[in-house]
């Protein structure tokens, strides 16, 4: 059976780092993009960053660019989320997601449309002073 299971969430004040861990069981990442969403209280959720297997291709939501990486290490299985200079904003329920990838790299899809074939349970990032 298939998991994606986070990590790596906690409190960390404004201007701060955190990487987030997404370890995946039940498949392989070689044929899925990935891709890390947030949801925060009161707003819709949004993808953040969101990678293809096929060619390496990003995508990245507005506001993280510049500030968050996506990342993964193919012989753990595990994708990560590196995010820099934290702000407030950035405070929400973060998801890992993996969609199949056949022909051609479909990541922007994956994160707008905030369709994904699997999901994580969400781990919880706040920043604040």
């Known amino acids: 059976q298939v998991h994606l299971v986070e990590s790596g969430g906690g409190l960390v004040q404004p201007g701060g780092s955190l990487r987030l861990s997404c370890a995946a069981s039940g498949f392989t990442l070689d044929n899925y993009a990935m891709g890390w969403f947030r949801q925060a209280p009161g707003k819709e959720r949004e993808g953040v960053p969101c990678i293809s297997s096929l060619d390496n291709s990003t995508y990245f939501e507005d506001s993280v660019k510049g500030r968050f990486t996506i990342s993964r290490d193919y012989a753990k299985n595990t994708v990560y989320l590196e995010m820099n200079s934290l702000k407030p904003e950035d405070t929400a329920v973060y998801y890992c997601?993996?969609?199949?990838?056949?022909?051609?790299?479909?990541?922007?899809?994956?994160?707008?449309?905030?369709?994904?074939?699997?999901w994580g349970q969400g781990t919880q990032v706040t920043v604040s002073s």
């Open positions: 997601a993996a969609d199949r990838e056949w022909l051609i790299s479909t990541v922007q899809a994956m994160c707008v449309t905030r369709v994904s074939d699997y």
